[in-house]
């Protein structure tokens, strides 16, 4: 009997907005009924460029089409393919067809599980500013994993190095600031460029469970750049030539993989380090 119930409420849940069940109207708020639509490819080739495409559902049954546009980061749809160990990552802002088909090359380079996060920024008004939709990947053959490394001070990323000047005591929805130099192979500061809207990404990740979250560094009087977790909002900057301060706000506890992504000299680079979240 108790199952039957679960049936029924879960049938209810499963016919969404306002429908109703046995007389019981359950009303489900409208962000939680868009869904990735028209995907493919259902299976990726390690090591060969596919093309990855996908519509996002809106609840009306249409494909989204106008996203919001503009200088800053919060703009169209951010595509995030992350490995599921964390030892690698794939960030790419892809084109938007007028019928709101979204493509993009992607090579995953290994076997292995990785989960894609779409991070869509509609043009609607109202609350809803964004909102991140997942799946799961699967490139064919054994996977590859490979245990999180501890958290280092100075990574190198394509000869530039990267180095984290503080460690804050790091706790969930706490906004917290890291410092950051980026020196060029040379030793010189290196000068960010802006790259997907921002100076800088930071991109996180907690291991396990990949809970996402994600901030910006950007150039000077660029709106649209704070990120907002509840009632707790971040943005960082550039102090210097060479010197970032960026913004870490984190919705839960655990061991998380910040990978920060800049444009310096013509190349992305991309320096992941691990840290630990009371
Ligand atoms: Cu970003």
């Known amino acids: 009997m108790k199952r039957v119930a679960s049936l029924l409420f879960l049938s209810a849940l499963l016919a969404g907005c306002g429908s109703s069940s046995g007389g019981q109207q359950i009303t489900i708020g409208a962000a939680q009924t868009f869904e990735l639509a028209q995907f493919s490819p259902a299976r990726f080739t390690p090591g060969q460029a596919q093309d990855l495409s996908f519509t996002i559902k809106q609840p009306s049954g249409a494909p989204l089409t106008r996203f919001r546009k503009g200088p800053g980061p919060h703009t169209g749809v951010h595509v995030i393919i992350v490995r599921s160990d964390?030892?690698?990552?794939?960030?790419?802002?892809?084109?938007?067809?007028?019928?709101?088909?979204?493509?993009?090359?992607?090579?995953?380079?290994?076997?292995?599980?990785?989960?894609?996060?779409?991070?869509?920024?509609?043009?609607?008004?109202?609350?809803?500013?964004n909102f991140q939709l997942f799946r799961w990947l699967v490139a064919s053959g054994k996977p590859v994993s490979q245990p999180l490394p501890p958290f280092r001070p100075?990574?190198?990323?394509?000869?530039?190095?990267?180095?984290?000047?503080?460690?804050?005591?790091?706790?969930?929805?706490?906004?917290?600031?890291?410092?950051?130099?980026?020196?060029?192979?040379?030793?010189?500061?290196?000068?960010?460029?802006?790259?997907?809207?921002?100076?800088?990404?930071?991109?996180?990740?907690?291991?396990?469970?990949?809970?996402?979250?994600?901030?910006?560094?950007?150039?000077?009087g660029v709106s649209g750049c704070t990120s907002v977790l509840g009632p707790t909002r971040v943005t960082g900057r550039v102090t210097r030539p060479g010197h970032l301060r960026v913004g870490v706000l984190l919705p839960v506890g655990g061991t998380w993989r910040l990978f920060l992504q800049c444009k310096v000299d013509g190349r992305v680079l991309t320096a992941p380090f691990t840290l630990s979240v009371a």
């Not at 800088?200 to 979250?213: D, E, K, Q, S």
């Open 154 to 220: 100075t990574v190198t990323a394509d000869g530039y190095r990267l180095t984290m000047h503080n460690l804050p005591r790091l706790r969930a929805i706490k906004p917290a600031f890291l410092n950051l130099t980026i020196t060029r192979p040379d030793g010189r500061p290196a000068v960010l460029t802006p790259w997907f809207g921002a100076l800088a990404h930071a991109i996180f990740f907690r291991a396990g469970a990949l809970v996402y979250f994600h901030t910006h560094v950007c150039s000077a």
């Open 86 to 129: 964390l030892g690698l990552i794939i960030h790419r802002h892809p084109p938007i067809g007028a019928d709101g088909r979204i493509s993009e090359k992607v090579t995953l380079p290994t076997p292995g599980r990785y989960r894609l996060v779409v991070d869509a920024y509609p043009a609607q008004s109202g609350p809803l500013r």
